[in-house]
């Protein structure tokens, strides 16, 4: 079998260098995670642990080159355009975390590794079906660079004579699994005395203790049961063993067919898709809060890229999203919320706010910090319109309690706390003390 070759593909990079760069680069500071609450937005999304780990890292650790961030905003444009790729990938997500279960196939026996396998390629040739038609038939909808690739790379996929043969070689096994309509034991005490397996097509009868418990069901408190699952993950069970031995000898054509078809494709390159799951989660995990924001009237827009030397920052009518999402648990929208415009660039870069306490100074400095790490995580803003550049780094000094102890006091912890972020900012940083 030849060997597919495929080009490089991510929802999040342009490539394989970006992503390299990035993740050798860590700010000098993560003062900015707890300062303007992006904690407890992520908290208020109550995601499970891998939507959580890459909303996390693309949050914690902003991008800052000027084609990625426009590359991600442009497919995040073509997903809240269309529901139908919304919907799309939300079910492809589904079914690449089916393939990832199946990772563990190298440990098991040889039988059971096919058997995985199988099931393996069966679902991938299931999400490459479903991404050719799907983006098939939302040809129109996709404006976006990445989402263009990703199209030209499934039909790349489709039309390889690898493919075709291994999709035809499932359908032809999957037949005769299914051929196979029962398997019937026959035991006395605790004897296995007899296995039969029935070929015939047939109806599907209840077996007699499940029909006598089911008559019972009304005056007892017991459940009639059909399935019972005897797998132990990667290995068999005694009773799996056993089915196994009996069938192997009626049927040995089919798992000799089984076996051949593990050989002859098991250097496909299946993994490609693995990626995609955790990248989508951070799209379809950011769609779904901001749809949620919209209902109750809160505003995202599509910030413009400019260049990094630009040092733009243009925001008409910003607010807090950390607040927002606190007003939307209590079923509150976005009249109760205070929004404000900021503009940043040639003609003025350093900006002091005055004001009472519990003004809205705090709060306003927040909402320009997430807009700012939103933007390089590649989102959407809060906003009506943004127009920004990338900083390197983002650097935050609010005020925390008095430590006792400290013999510095107040006035020289701060000190010390604003020396570092001095020593460390460049030309392209942006600062915000509180």
């Known amino acids: ?105 190298s440990e098991a026996d040889a039988v059971h590794r096919s058997a995985l396998f199988l099931q393996k390629s069966i679902i991938y040739t299931e999400v490459i079906t479903s991404l050719w038609g799907g983006l098939e038939n939302h040809r129109n909808e996709i404006q976006s660079q990445g989402l263009q690739k990703l199209s030209q790379l499934i039909s790349q996929i489709v039309d390889s004579s690898v493919f075709q043969s291994m999709a035809a070689e499932l359908k032809q096994l999957t037949t005769q699994a299914d051929a196979i309509r029962s398997v019937d034991l026959v035991y006395h005490f605790e004897k296995i005395t007899e296995l039969a397996v029935d070929c015939a097509p047939g109806e599907h009868k209840a077996s007699l203790t499940g029909r006598l418990i089911q008559a019972s069901e009304r005056i007892s408190f017991l459940a009639a049961y059909e399935d019972c699952d005897i797998s132990q993950g990667n290995s068999f069970s005694p009773l799996e063993g056993c089915l196994l031995e009996e069938t192997q000898k009626i049927y040995p054509e089919y798992f000799q067919a089984l076996e051949h078809f593990y050989d002859k494709y098991q250097g496909y390159p299946m993994e490609h898709l693995l990626p995609f799951s955790s990248e989508l989660r951070f799209f379809t995990v950011m769609i779904s809060l901001i749809k949620n924001m919209q209902q109750y009237g809160f505003e995202f827009c599509k910030p413009k890229v400019r260049a990094k030397p630009d040092k733009q920052m243009q925001l008409e009518q910003v607010y807090d999203l950390s607040l927002a999402v606190r007003l939307v648990n209590d079923d509150r929208g976005a009249d109760h919320i205070v929004k404000n415009d900021h503009y940043s660039d040639q003609f003025g870069r350093i900006f002091i706010l005055t004001g009472p306490n519990q003004g809205g100074k705090t709060t306003f400095l927040r909402s320009i910090g997430i807009a700012q790490v939103l933007f390089q995580a590649g989102c959407f803003v809060p906003a009506r319109t943004a127009s920004l550049s990338p900083v390197d780094y983002l650097f935050t000094h609010f005020q925390e309690k008095e430590v006792l102890g400290v013999k510095k006091g107040r006035l020289g912890e701060e000190a010390a706390r604003i020396a570092e972020i001095f020593s460390k900012a460049t030309e392209s940083s942006l600062i915000l003390l509180n």
Do not use: H
């Open 1 to 105: 079998m030849s060997i597919l070759k495929l080009p490089y593909f991510s929802f999040l990079w342009t490539d394989q260098t970006q992503m390299d760069t990035w993740k050798n680069n860590y700010p000098p500071s993560s003062s900015f995670i707890k300062d303007l609450g992006l904690r407890e937005i992520i908290e208020n999304l109550r995601l499970e642990r891998e939507s959580r780990w890459i909303v996390e890292e693309l949050l914690y650790k902003p991008c800052t080159t000027e084609a990625v961030i426009e590359y991600r905003l442009d497919i995040m444009d073509d997903l809240l355009t269309s529901d139908g790729l919304f919907q799309l990938f939300q079910k492809i997500t589904l079914q690449i975390e089916q393939i990832k279960a199946f990772e563990a196939e």
